[in-house]
């Protein structure tokens, strides 16, 4: 009698509840699937929303594998999958939410459309630090704004994940970044390439005055939501476009009417919850390798190191706000 092979991984049972390291069987690759041997596993803030059962709009059932961004080497290809190899080294935003298992484990069968090659010179956690915030940042900018050269564009939130991507996004297509964020955050902002604003000094009046002399920027994109979001309709100039990755409360659409822009949201999940739109999330992924290996974009990750028995210090120190980057799990290797 043989037995079927099996793999290590993090199992949620109940909301809120610690992680449980079990051993499981490992997936096998269906047609169009590639059998990926996880090497790190990016945490998003919303993974902490989905573990805590906080997130409507990515519901995963349990018992379940968290986990929405990995980077690894494919192990096996599925049926009718052409675009990949074994031992390639992969990454992308595959899983965690919607019933698909997440890459808080040692193998997971993605739908290779999902995928796409890492930047050579990026090490794994690198890598499986830039899935989520990449393709929502190039969503935002590129696919709902057409950001272009010699445009202003201001990011509300600048130094956080999506933010400090789309600020490096919008200097690759050589438009003038401003970023939004705290005072201690200045410096970041500034390293990333964009003209630092600190939101709690001045009012949204004073820095488009000051940085734009009244007319307001081109493009305004919104990581935040809520007030923010609200500054952004004020922030915005005539014919303008403010996106936001945020955009679920209640807001006052005047602002943004009396200057005759327009708005856009942004909802990253849907391909995945979906099967919508996957493959141009592949397509993006190579879009980020592209830059990357351009010297255009680069991650900034906590230097802190996690594996799949310290998982829970890893959500801590982001429940706590006390990461300073992205924090990543490495799963083998």
């Known amino acids: ?11 949620l049972e109940s909301h809120g509840a610690p992680f449980r390291v079990a051993s499981i069987a490992r997936p096998v690759p269906q047609t169009g699937q590639v ?17 805590a059962g906080a997130a409507e709009h990515a519901r995963h059932p349990l018992p379940a594998i968290l986990g929405i961004d990995l980077a690894g080497v494919v192990a096996a290809t599925g049926p009718g999958v052409t675009g990949f190899r074994v031992g390639d080294e992969v990454y992308g935003m595959t899983g ?7 890459s808080l484990a040692e193998y997971a069968a993605v739908d290779a459309d999902l995928l796409a090659l890492k930047p050579a010179h990026f090490s794994m956690r690198e890598a499986a630090s830039l899935p989520l915030v990449f393709i929502t940042a190039w969503e935002g900018l590129v696919d709902r704004a057409r950001v272009r050269a010699g445009q202003t564009v201001l ?21 003038q970044v401003f970023a939004t964020d705290g005072p201690a955050h200045a410096d970041i902002v500034r390293q990333l390439g964009a003209t630092p604003i ?9 820095y488009v005055a000051t940085h734009t002399a009244g007319r307001g920027f081109d493009v305004v994109f919104d990581t935040a939501g809520g ?28 602002p943004l009417s009396f200057r005759a822009a327009t708005y856009s949201g942004v909802f990253t999940l849907l391909p995945l919850l979906t099967g919508e739109g996957r493959a141009h999330h592949g397509d993006i992924l190579r879009e980020a390798t592209s830059l990357a290996e351009a010297g255009r974009i680069r991650p900034r990750l906590d230097a802190r190191t996690f594996d799949l028995a310290t998982l829970d210090d890893a959500y801590a120190l982001i429940e706590q706000r006390q990461a300073q980057g992205k924090v990543v799990v490495s799963i083998d290797g």
């Open 1 to 11: 009698m043989t037995t079927s092979p099996t793999m290590q991984a993090a199992v």
């Open 35 to 51: 059998l990926v041997r996880i090497m790190a596993s990016g945490i998003n803030p919303l993974d902490l929303k989905i573990r």
């Open 96 to 102: 965690g939410v919607g019933g698909v298992q997440g």
């Open 155 to 175: 990011v509300q939130g600048g130094a956080g994940g999506v933010g400090s991507m789309a600020v490096q996004i919008a200097r690759a297509f050589d438009a």
């Open 198 to 206: 600190d939101y709690t000094q001045m009012q949204v009046e004073d």
């Open 227 to 254: 007030a923010s979001l609200d500054a952004s309709f004020n922030a915005v100039a005539r014919f303008g476009h403010v996106v936001s990755s945020l955009g679920w409360g209640t807001h006052a659409l005047a």
